[in-house]
């Protein structure tokens, strides 16, 4: 596996601290949010004498109450339908070991999260990367592209809804005409919807298990990571009403023996987080999601694919090649001592060459500190611009 | 992948039980021993407010108190060489799809853990085995028979010290063998060390990295699970003084982000649990295997390899079939409404037909229900061999 645009780049922001340069993390995904009290609560009260293995498809106790969880957003599963994992991640390495063999081919369409690359060729499965554009704000690529690119080997369509690194909601329009896809051909659909609270304005969520017809044909991957801002608890769920498919996920479940035991009673405590939490949170982030939209718009020649959802914005940038100006922000630019490291989108397109000029931020920083990066950024592109390379 | 013997055997265990007959569970790892109060005391004083993720390698504060555990252990390695990992399970996975390509071999001593088919399937390489025999207590194979089988595909030999499910300890001399081995071959020697605490009388452990030249050839696979008693914290390591596999390690690493935050800060303060309280595990697993031991030999026509460490045992039973037997044990048997789960050991075999008479038995369980349990055995054989099938 060839290393990420995003991890190339760690090494010089350690070397600008070093500098004593501070960096703003643009970055990464870690929100700054607080976890839930409920969940440090359950954690200080945690009566056990022994840490002991919960079954594979993770506490029985712990299933029934996400189950409700469900419920209450509509999506009609029980505690079977569940699989506990060891985050997000293990849920799609799972998912996609269970319904491919190596040589199969997942169609998704791109910039995605780089780490679907990483899940992929674990399992020796081929990424069909199908091309969205900013210039829509990435919206869900045309129906016949997708048909173009069906073969026999095709096991899959695999999208985040809401996207990272997009931000973009998929409309139920598009997930409708998704789900008539997966029945014509006989695939899955495998929605990653660890964002599903993360939504600002009048859009709501459309889960795949939304449509009518998807108990055999649709996979949902969860996480606590977001939700609850606790990502190393390292919890996440797959969900599928597919007892076949679940069988087979079952028996890598069993392989890896069981997920945390304290991050289940964590999370199990996380469904009892108050509504005002959220509200908060999500006020929170839309208020970041406003500033920083601003923001870049200001800055001449920036364009910004406008979010939606998720807490990742994209935005083209005036500069030759994102790779090598955010690699020059750490190591050859600094404002005041400050400067600001941001993920090339390059690493988001499985297509060579594209996304050279697009970055991903993640506004998971304060709104002084978003407003001051893009100020940063705006001075630096002018810099960088001026120079000659 | 194939259910394993012992799963296969669960339903039938369920429905002894719906039946009101109480069943010994022999046949599983999991210990009854405490965790260690400093682990709890460590989680109930969790000072934090957000349950980030961990960096990829694991926290470097465990990895140096880590680092300094194996130092005591005078197995020479600093914080640099250890990945933390999402369990043992994890480590064995990320070790074997680091070091080999799909088609590709690596060399394991059967009877052993069953789900190395299962890390090994996951990464479509295939398990070669080599034959070990009850008959000298399940020790290393002849260093000859093991160069008949290397090819050029050979990429590693894989083996448990002590060995679950033998309870073997291998000696100086077999470690030393194996490390001639792999350097005239130039392949790596996978050694899972998990139990290296388990070891009964005047043994001791020799680990592979105990042995000189092994810096580019050894990785050791361990894990907390048994050691503190604490399966469900799911935190292990992958050791290794070559560079250039721990960065493809590494990259295996990043895909899934991060080991679970709440078991690392309950791992790190397991490290400081006291002597006291290993003396009276240890004391206790030794009393156990003592009384099982003796109780199993005083059963007609049973062979026992007496193990050294770990806490299982294999037993050849004079029966015809030890998959069958272990599930008229649930199925059709009781005594006094209790019967005993074993696991039968052909799962432990990738060899077809090897293993058919033999069962594995966990001894983690209080004595007086070995004894009862080595009781019911007793009755069992005598009473399955009567009828007839």
Known sequence: ??????????????????????????????????????????????????????????????????????????????????????????????????????????????????????????????????????????????IAEFEKLITPKTKAILYSNPGNPTGYVYTKEEISALRDLALKYDIYIIADEVYREFIYGDTTHHSILHEQGMENHAIIIDSVSKRYSMCGARIGTMITKNKTLMQTAMKFAQTRLSPPTL?????????????????????????RRDTLVRKLKEIPGVKVAEPKGAFYIIAELPVDNTDKFAQWLLENFSDNKETVMVAPASGFYSTQGQGTREIRMAYVLKKEDLIRSAEILKKAITLYNNQSY
């Open 263 to 287: 991050g289940q009673i964590a999370s199990e405590a996380a469904i009892d987080t108050p509504q005002s939490y959220f509200d908060e949170v999500i006020g929170e982030y839309k208020e």
């Open 1 to 142: 596996m060839p290393a990420s645009p995003i991890r190339k780049l760690v090494p010089y922001a350690d070397q600008a601290k070093k500098k004593g340069i501070k960096v703003y993390h643009l970055n990464i995904g870690q929100p700054d949010i607080k976890t839930p009290e409920v969940v440090f609560e359950a954690i200080k009260n945690i009566d056990l004498n022994l840490i002991a293995y919960s079954p594979s498809q993770g506490y029985e106790n712990y299933r029934k109450k996400l189950a409700g969880y469900y419920q209450k957003n509509n999506i009609d599963i029980t505690a079977d339908d569940i699989l506990v994992t060891t985050g997000g991640s293990e849920a799609l390495s799972i998912a996609i070991g269970s319904i491919a063999d190596p040589g199969d081919e997942i169609i998704i369409p791109e910039p995605f999260y780089a780490n679907y690359n990483g899940f992929a060729k674990q399992n020796a499965v081929n990424v069909v990367p199908i091309h969205s554009s900013i210039d829509d704000n990435f919206a869900l690529p045309p």
